[in-house]
Nanobody, 132 residues
Framework: QVQLVESGGGSVQTGGSLKLSCALS???????????AAWFRQAPGKEREGVAS????????????LYADSVKGRFTISRDHSNNIMYLQMDVLKPEDTAMYYC??????????????????WGQGTQVTVSS
């Protein structure tokens, strides 16, 4: 059974940094039809939005990561393939980054890799709060 568990959330001040982790377990990339993983976030009263996406499984990720415009240059997505862990390094945090952050895994095409519909497996979320 595929499980995703996020960690690393917390409270920071504007301009601070946090690093989120997402541990994937029970994964067989071919059987479970997983080609990518992603971070999404949802603030109170807002839709869940894609933040960043990265290929999973064996292979090079160079040129295949994707970021929302709102986080480009501040957030970095990465992965540890051997240990099935995905990360989100968040720097220069702003109050508008405050949200529940979720990791997800699935088989979206690259063109829609930040859309919810392509992801079948989801974690429970970790809260990020940025104060001014």
């Amino acid at each position: 059974q595929v499980q995703l568990v996020e960690s690393g959330g917390g409270s920071v001040q504007t301009g601070g940094s946090l690093k989120l982790s997402c541990a994937l377990s029970g994964v067989d990339y071919n059987y479970n039809r997983i080609s990518r993983a992603a971070w999404f976030r949802q603030a109170p009263g807002k839709e869940r939005e894609g933040v960043a996406s990265i290929p999973m499984g064996a292979g090079n990720t160079l040129g295949n990561t994707l970021y929302a415009d709102s986080v480009k240059g501040r957030f970095t997505i990465s992965r540890d393939h051997s240990n099935n862990i995905m990360y989100l390094q968040m720097d220069v945090l702003k109050p508008e980054d405050t949200a529940m952050y979720y990791c997800a895994a699935g088989l979206p095409s690259f063109r829609v890799a930040l859309a919810r519909e392509g992801y079948k497996y989801w974690g429970q979320g970790t809260q990020v709060t940025v104060s001014s």
